[in-house]
């Protein structure tokens, strides 16, 4: 069982900056594919990003490819999601999820992951 619960969300505007963290629980952590997905309001969950148990591997949309970077700390339990020049379409709520995958494998379908955060708004203003 993994729980976990994301922070740094907020209001930015666009072009600026903003670091979204999620902390788990658990001793595997490491051995979680990680991965952010985002959900705008009367649209689909999809998915932003994702990062393979050591790091080592990461894959993320092509709506932000180029601007977002996705990272984990498995000293902390902690994965980041760093929004570099946010837009306004990337305001959405973002989720935190983990998905048990074979070592260095990546997975980017929301039915893949088991364990969900509670998510953590994001708003991009013009």
């Known amino acids: 069982q993994v729980q976990l619960v994301e922070s740094g969300g907020g209001l930015v505007q666009a072009g600026g900056s903003l670091r979204l963290s999620c902390a788990a629980s658990?001793?595997?952590?490491?051995?979680?594919?990680m991965g952010w997905f985002r959900q705008a309001p009367g649209k689909e969950r999809d998915f932003v990003a994702a990062?393979?148990?050591?790091?080592?591997?990461?894959y993320y949309a092509d709506s932000v490819k180029g601007r977002f970077t996705i990272s984990r700390d498995n000293a902390k339990n902690t994965v980041y999601l760093e929004m570099n020049s946010p837009k306004p379409e990337d305001t959405a709520v973002y989720y935190c999820?983990?998905?048990?995958?074979?070592?260095?494998?990546?997975?980017?379908?929301?039915?893949?992951?088991?364990?969900w955060g509670q998510g953590t708004r994001v708003t991009v203003s013009s």
């Open positions: 999820a983990a998905a048990i995958t074979p070592l260095g494998i990546v997975v980017v379908t929301t039915h893949q992951y088991r364990y």
């Open positions: 658990g001793r595997t952590f490491n051995t979680y594919t």
């Open positions: 990062t393979s148990w050591s790091g080592g591997s990461t």
